[in-house]
């Protein structure tokens, strides 16, 4: 029985250029750093929340909400006026269901 051979193709040599990236050690970020990186971001949001494009506000919601969640901020009705202000704003339970039983005569 003839020996193993584990690669019985024999393909030409084929010579790949790979370039690998240089890895930098760093210290961890100080949280003074973090926070104000933290702060830029936020100032960003608040700067596209208050554009005059309807496309910059949109992009500002977007990744306000995206910052909100990534960072667990949640608010409820009772800390938040503005929250507050749009309950006041939606129909109650009553009136929802008044509508939902409206017929057009």
Same mark, same amino acid.
């Given at each position: 029985?003839?020996?193993?051979?584990?690669?019985?193709?024999?393909?030409?040599?084929?010579?790949?250029?790979?370039?690998?990236?240089?890895?930098?050690?760093?210290?961890?970020?100080?949280?003074?750093?973090?926070?104000?990186?933290?702060?830029?971001?936020?100032? @960003? $949001? +608040?700067? /596209? &929340?208050?554009?005059? !494009?309807?496309?910059?506000?949109? =992009?500002?919601?977007?990744?306000?909400?995206?910052?909100?969640?990534?960072?667990?901020?949640?608010?409820?009705?009772?800390?938040?006026?503005?929250?507050? @202000? $749009? +309950?006041? /704003? &939606?129909?109650?339970? !009553?009136?929802?269901?008044?509508? =939902?039983?409206?017929?057009?005569?």
């Amino acid at each position: 029985m003839p020996p193993f051979d584990p690669l019985p193709l024999h393909l030409p040599a084929t010579r790949f250029k790979v370039e690998l990236p240089v890895i930098y050690t760093m210290s961890r970020s100080s949280e003074d750093f973090l926070s104000s990186l933290h702060g830029l971001v936020g100032e @960003q $949001i +608040k700067t /596209l &929340l208050l554009s005059d !494009d309807p496309r910059d506000i949109k =992009m500002g919601i977007d990744a306000g909400l995206k910052f909100l969640k990534d960072n667990s901020i949640t608010a409820t009705v009772d800390n938040s006026a503005p929250i507050a @202000q $749009i +309950k006041d /704003l &939606l129909p109650t339970k !009553d009136e929802l269901e008044a509508l =939902m039983h409206m017929t057009t005569d």
